[in-house]
């Protein structure tokens, strides 16, 4: 195993029979989805392959790598493709950009649906679209789209529209703009949102596209330019990687740094479901057409894998490369604590030769509390105790039962728990004389009495919203006259400026609801919590 075997892109042919996969050092790997495991590797780039594009209807593959070069393949044995010509992006330049400040290190590359031409990005980071055959190449056009203030804005992802020859490209910044290769330098349409990269555009119907965005949001996009973009609410707790429509299920799929695959209801935009959880920040994914019950992902350790939708897991990986380390501590003056992927600790121990000119170290392995499909995000060495915290993306939180909230409050204020969840009655007090501090609010919304405290939502956990609630009910026998009687009484005491103001001391608001608005608020909380208790396998004791 070494980390040059890391993959770090992959395609599907157009029969969902291979998979081609991409390392760190250029090799290209291919892998039989029956089998899931590599066959066949060959080498292709000098450099780590950030992208691969399998064409729709003629036995060719391409890859991109961070060597800025192009490699042509056969695939007519799609077990062992061959390389045909490497098409080197530094000789296709673009007039006016001398002197821009570009690094191009994205993954643009694309296929024309019938023809042999291709997208990518050229070393001037503008958008290139190249005709090829076996032996040799031509650059038909450049387009430097994208250029400000002497910055050029690296283009992230390219295609080709649906039943069109028009081109679709998406930078790092947020720049869309569809381009008309008859005039290549005159976007028939083009816009930006946010300043954040927009990573992929997946084809729903007719002009409508889906976007995937750095800003956790699902854009729809209409290719023609007569509508406005449409923006979702956030979806995950990360960056957007790629979205995916499946044409066959008529899901919309999209994956994310959080390490989630999650479910995008086409409509509204919003997150519908988590489909998969994945040990890793995940990047590319694949819907499978023929069984959309199976998705591949690729993630950030270097690992392919093959996921079973219905069951929630992975039931297969391809992964042949070491885990990596990339957070260290000094944990005294000779010693350095070192982690990373999985649950391996490195010390790193140094015996300094005063007659020698370098410094020898000794290595040693332990075992931290935690999965093996996990991570650290971070250590750190607490100097009063002389200890070494490390974060883990497995870390769960504790449940300290108590006996009611004013109990667990007390504990909170004495410093023996750090944290608790707790009511607005229970809380704000002692928040006022500032023996406590909120971090979040767990509602929908922020709080009127305290709006500078933010929602979990917002910080990075969409749709959540768990709030403490009241209801006045009576028995179901009680004759509905009288029902009706009883709320407009309760609704007009409860819309009284002295009530509010007393139930606002407290940090809690007033809701003057009909019957059928409270029926249905209990039956909505009443389902929610259902399925929070099936998921955690909560059971009476």
């Known amino acids: 195993m070494h980390y040059t075997r890391k993959i770090t892109s992959f395609a599907v042919d157009p029969s969902e029979t291979m998979i081609y996969a991409g390392t760190a050092s250029g090799l290209v790997l291919s892998i039989p989805v029956d089998q899931f495991q590599i066959c066949h590797e060959t080498r292709g780039h000098g450099g780590g392959i950030e992208s691969i594009a399998v064409h729709a209807k003629l036995p060719y593959m391409a890859t991109l790598a961070i060597d800025a070069t192009v490699c042509l393949w056969d695939v007519s044995e799609p077990r062992a493709p061959r390389k045909l010509q490497t098409i080197p992006l530094r000789a296709i330049r673009s007039a006016g950009y001398e002197g821009v400040n570009v690094a191009p290190l994205a993954c643009p590359l694309a296929f024309h649906p019938t023809q042999r031409r291709l997208l990518t990005h050229n070393a001037d980071a503008a958008l290139a679209e190249i005709a090829f055959d076996d032996h040799s190449y031509q650059q038909l056009w450049t ?5 400000e203030n002497q910055i050029a804005y690296d283009i992230d992802y390219v295609r080709y529209l649906v039943d069109s020859d028009y081109v679709f490209a ?15 330098n005159e976007p028939v349409f083009r816009f930006r949102y946010d300043q954040r990269t927009i990573h992929c555009a997946t084809h729903v119907s007719g002009s409508e596209y889906l976007l995937a965005s750095d800003t956790r949001r699902v854009l729809r996009f209409d290719a023609t330019g007569q509508r406005e973009p449409e923006i979702g609410p956030p979806v995950v707790r990360d960056h957007l990687e790629q979205i995916s429509y499946n044409k066959v299920s008529q899901r919309v799929f999209a994956s994310s740094f959080d390490r989630t695959v999650v479910e995008i209801d086409r409509e509204t935009l919003e997150r519908k479901t988590v489909v998969l959880e994945t040990p890793f920040k995940l990047r590319w994914l694949h819907s499978f057409e023929c069984n959309p019950n199976l998705m591949l992902v690729q993630c950030r350790n270097g690992a392919l894998y093959l996921a ?28 350095i604590a ?31 509390p935690g999965s093996r499909g996990s991570y650290a995000k971070r250590i750190v060495r607490h100097g009063p105790t002389d200890s070494l915290l490390q974060a883990r993306s497995d870390a769960r939180l504790n449940h300290v039962p108590f006996r ?4 667990a409050m007390n504990d909170l204020v004495a410093g023996h728990v750090p944290s608790l969840i707790a009511s607005a009655p229970t809380a704000t007090p002692l928040m006022r004389e500032g023996r406590i501090r909120a971090l979040a609010v767990t509602g929908a919304k922020r709080s009127p009495f305290d709006p500078d405290i933010p929602t979990i939502a917002e910080q990075g956990f969409p749709g959540y919203a768990a709030t403490n609630w009241y209801a006045i009910v009576v028995s179901s026998k009680v004759p509905p006259e009288i029902v009706a009687q009883l709320n407009a009484i309760l609704t007009k005491a409860l819309k009284a400026p002295e009530v509010q103001s007393a139930y606002a001391q407290q940090g809690m608001e007033t809701i003057a609801s009909t019957q059928a608005e409270a029926a249905a608020h209990i039956a909505r909380e009443t389902e929610v919590w259902k399925k929070v208790i099936a998921d955690a396998g909560i059971r009476l004791e």
């Open 143 to 147: 387009a430097g789209l994208f250029l």
């Open 404 to 407: 009611g909230g004013g109990p």
């Open 338 to 368: 070192i982690a990373g992927e999985g649950p391996e600790l490195l010390e790193l121990r140094a015996s300094s030769d005063t007659q020698a000119l370098h410094t020898d170290y000794t290595a040693s392995w332990s075992m931290t």
């Open 170 to 184: 998406s930078t790092f910044g947020g720049h869309v703009a569809v381009v008309d290769p008859q005039r290549p």
């Open 308 to 335: 079973d939708l219905e069951q929630k897991r992975c039931i297969g990986v391809v992964k042949d490369t070491p885990n990596a380390l990339w957070t260290a501590e000094r944990t005294a003056p000779d010693r």
